[in-house]
């Protein structure tokens, strides 16, 4: 595959295997210490909702910015699998009937869908649960300290002041909660709420680099400019291919956003405003990472590849 | 309150009322470093799903089990309070219709009740998260070791090979997956299922003070040893409660078990059978605890709460 492709495509595809050989691994039919079993069909549901799919954007963001400080690259997998955890138990959930209804998630039957939704909601517990043991063991960092730094980032950016935390304000945008119809939110809500539902485990993965490395407070911070950078660039690339996408490419239903009468990026700037702010975004990503000169050229090409995606 | 009562019965107290308090402040509306917001309703929500009720007797055990290493109490308290939140989650994601579908919780309606079903879903995941947090805050303990391994242990006792593990076992005991009505299951698969649902995060309760305290291989084996018998004791009185119990003292609705046609220790024993079990598994959690002598005196008294239990 692209063996004509750029250094980025090659390097993401890279981490997408090795993040798939490692998931399978990790979620394998023998009890850790401290387990009883795993139940074969819980097992089955969480493998199927978290192999077999996805480009691993956020691992790969863990990868390279942990390639940085010359962190060895199975630690950063590690780190990268217990993100993509958190990451897929919120698209099971998010899936659910009492949440978006969704049926297809990656061209395929969501886990409800193709499980049912007890099963559903137990496997994103279980997901959840699993990101937080996988973090916690030596093989993700040698030091204790750098392990608990990296549960706290976690637990902080998926938490009631981050990912769940947005997804409750998503609802709430929708005019759930309320009646009256969807909140008309202005570009500071939406940036907020996009920060906290999507922009927070975006912004973790560019920053758990440099907890593995031991970055200084400056390297941290030049992190942190970039991830909230990618963050924003990622959601409203999202936001237009919802208006611009086409369902078979994208993998999931389109046109939700307009449906559920939400405001977005793209509503409040217009198709050519949403895609003026990115190019600013890719800017300031790039110019985030200027210390880092050459060697972080490839987080540079991530930030462009989020900016133009397709699907 | 008890003004006349048995020691363990106002230790039983303390600790309840601190948990309050802890789980209080903690719940507090000031986001915590990393955290962009604490939204209002679904902060409301966490608070709803795990305030102002409960005997807190998982805190309980911790704390009594970290007051044999003289452990400060308020590192007991937070990994207590830690532990509480996977508790409350549970019970949160457990009530749910598609789960147990139960309307009643403590005698008060249960979230997706009270609430709704979307918000229900991310207050569990929000108090599942939250738990981890906890854990990996200095105040829990200064050592990072030692946190790490609560972590490790906690996520061990509530994931796939421990709580949600059980929980997928428990409703395929109800013939939910297959078809063709209840399992068949005898006592060796109702332990197993017993001993992951409710059993682990009992045990990781006793254990945890052995974690706090740096205790030696014996006396975590000891501790061990105990916080099986109680966790096997507290599902027997549970099932007992479940046949012979007044819903309006039990808080929840009973007589569940038989409805669902679903094996319990006590459908395999008998009523009579299973309180001579529970007997049994009393002088168990005694005699593990005989290495400790008289400081472990609280300890016995909480097994004897467990089996003896009427709500």
Redesign the interface.
């Known amino acids: 595959m692209h063996a004509n492709a750029n250094p980025f495509l090659v390097r993401l595809d890279a981490t997408a295997k090795d993040m798939e050989e490692l998931l399978d691994r990790l979620m394998g039919p023998t009890?850790?210490?401290?387990?009883?079993?795993?139940?074969a069909?819980?097992?089955g549901a969480?493998r199927y909702a978290s192999l077999g799919g996805g480009k691993r954007f956020r691992p790969f963001l863990v990868a390279e910015s942990a390639a940085l400080f010359d962190v060895p690259r199975q630690q950063a997998l590690m780190a990268g699998a217990a993100l993509e955890c958190v990451h897929c138990?919120s698209l099971v959930?998010d899936d659910?009937p009492?949440?978006d209804n969704d049926a297809l998630r990656r061209g395929q039957p969501t886990v409800h869908k193709a499980y049912?939704?007890?099963?559903a909601?137990?496997v994103?517990?279980?997901l959840?649960?699993?990101a937080?043991?996988i973090?916690?063991?030596p093989q993700t960092h040698p030091?204790?300290?750098v392990?608990?730094e990296l549960?706290?980032?976690?637990?902080?950016?998926?938490?009631?002041?981050?990912m769940?935390?947005g997804?409750?304000?998503d609802?709430?945008a929708e005019g759930?909660?309320m009646g009256g119809g969807p909140q008309q939110h202005g570009e500071r809500e939406v940036l907020?709420l996009q920060?906290?539902k999507t922009g927070?485990l975006l912004l973790f993965a560019c920053t758990a680099g440099g907890i593995l490395g031991s970055a200084t407070p400056q390297q941290r911070e030049a992190l942190s400019r970039y991830g909230l950078a990618v963050g924003k660039a990622f959601q409203i690339a999202d936001d237009l291919l919802d208006v611009e996408g086409d369902a078979a490419l994208v993998g999931k239903n389109t046109g939700k956003d307009a449906a559920a009468g939400k405001a977005t990026m793209v509503s409040l700037l217009g198709g050519a405003g949403a895609k003026a702010r990115l190019r600013q975004l890719v800017a300031e990503a790039e110019e985030a990472l200027a210390p880092f000169g050459s060697a972080a050229a490839i987080l540079v090409e991530g930030a462009r590849f989020v900016a133009n995606r397709h699907a």
Chains 1, 2 share one sequence.
């Open positions: 009890p850790e210490d401290g387990e009883m079993e795993r139940p069909r819980l097992l969480m138990y959930h659910l009492a949440m049912d939704e007890a099963t909601i137990l994103g517990d279980g959840l649960t699993f937080f043991d973090l916690s063991r030091d204790a300290a392990r608990i549960v706290t980032a976690l637990a902080r950016a998926s938490g009631i002041g981050g769940v935390g997804q409750l304000l609802l709430a759930r909660f907020k920060a906290m927070a």
